[in-house]
């Protein structure tokens, strides 16, 4: 790509990975996404080189005929980044471990693609199983993973456990192995609130890309430093209804497995199955191999927890007591089948 204008950088410490991102712009907004730098003197595992449009200007017809010939980087062209997030059209280009992006507001690809992306390729490389899931740990070290469908109440469970003695774990992403999770560090989504409010003055938090909400490094939110890993031991289903009969129940570790293969699976929720067959550059076996590596693991994380489906209103004290209780006991074991715990 020859020299490009780096105006400012960081690197980013993913607890078992790292990524420098460089840009021609001297702020960039997708620095708050990050809330741990990496240790000195430590390479990085994967770079991102984001180049705003209107800082510096390159011919579109160049950057096209520069630009991947995946799936991927044809949407980016068209604007469509991934999922549910668009914008300006934009040019990805791909040499090795390092991305180039190119286009504007490029904070909305950072967060939303490219660490999804990179952490799904180098969970499959490494015999690591990528969720979309938030996580505490408790003083013995176990870990409870959260997952449910958007808007279920995974956030308020999580920041409400951590309030309350829990020690953060992760906020969005976990890659798991062997039954030991390990912590993906980002900034967590914070909304207006008397609890907040004054944190979200004092430190001039950065406004979340979507929502409206703002995003604050865990440190800032929660006493005691999160941990990078810990053994599950309980999964929770967040699924968060006042209209619903409150519950907190077991559920069996098929039922388990059935809904995180859809509702946390990082290649199936953030639609990165072209990007994992391109990471494999094609290889219908490699790929496959990699599918049926993720379905083995999730099979065996679930089997060894203890699942629950939960409908509970994690701010009411005593609804919060007995459900963490339940969690931070040794139980029964892992499968028991399903039925109430508490209401």
Same mark, same amino acid.
């Given at each position: ?12 410490? $993913?607890?078992? &990975? ?73 040019? $990805? ?25 990179? $952490? ?78 004054? &944190? ?59 809904? &995180? ?39 065996? &994380? ?24 339940? $969690? ?16």
């Amino acid at each position: 790509m020859g020299t490009l204008p780096v105006r400012s950088s960081r690197h980013v410490d $993913l607890n078992l &990975l790292t990524i420098r991102i460089l840009t021609n712009l001297e702020e960039f907004d997708g620095y708050a996404y990050f809330s741990r730098d990496a240790p000195a003197g430590r390479e990085p595992d994967h770079e991102i080189v984001c180049i705003d449009l209107d800082r510096d200007r390159y011919d579109p017809e160049v950057l096209g005929a520069l630009s991947d010939g995946t799936l991927r980087a044809k949407r980016f062209r068209s604007g469509y980044y991934l999922n549910h997030i668009f914008g300006e059209p934009a040019y $990805l280009v791909t040499e090795g471990r390092r991305s180039y992006v190119f286009g504007r507001r490029l904070e909305r690809t950072i967060w939303p693609y490219f660490v999804k992306r990179i $952490l799904t390729d180098f969970a499959v490389d490494h015999g690591y199983l990528h969720l979309k899931a938030g996580g505490f740990t408790f003083e013995d070290g176990s870990a409870t993973l959260l997952v449910g469908p958007n808007a279920g109440g995974k956030t308020v469970f999580l920041t409400q456990a951590c309030l309350d003695g829990a020690r953060f774990l992760t906020n969005t992403h976990v890659l798991v192995r062997d039954g030991e999770a390990h912590a993906v560090p980002s900034a967590v989504r914070v909304r207006r609130s008397p609890q907040f409010d004054e &944190l979200i003055e004092g430190h001039g938090l950065t406004p979340h890309l979507e929502s409206g909400d703002f995003v604050a490094a865990p440190e800032l939110l929660f006493p005691g430093p999160p941990r990078d890993h810990g053994r599950v031991r309980t999964i929770v289903i967040t699924d968060y209804s006042p209209d619903r009969p409150r519950a907190f129940e077991r559920i069996t570790a098929e039922q388990a497995g059935l809904f &995180l293969a859809l509702f946390a699976d990082g290649v199936v929720n953030y639609g990165l199955k072209d990007d994992l067959l391109a990471h494999h550059a094609g290889d219908l076996g490699a790929f496959t191999a990699s599918l049926a590596a993720m379905r083995e693991q999730l099979t065996a &994380l679930v089997e060894g927890a203890r699942c629950y489906r939960a409908n509970v209103d994690m701010l009411d004290p005593s609804v919060r007591k007995e459900v963490l209780a339940e $969690l931070a006991s040794a139980g029964g074991p892992p499968d028991a089948g399903s039925g109430p715990v508490h209401p």
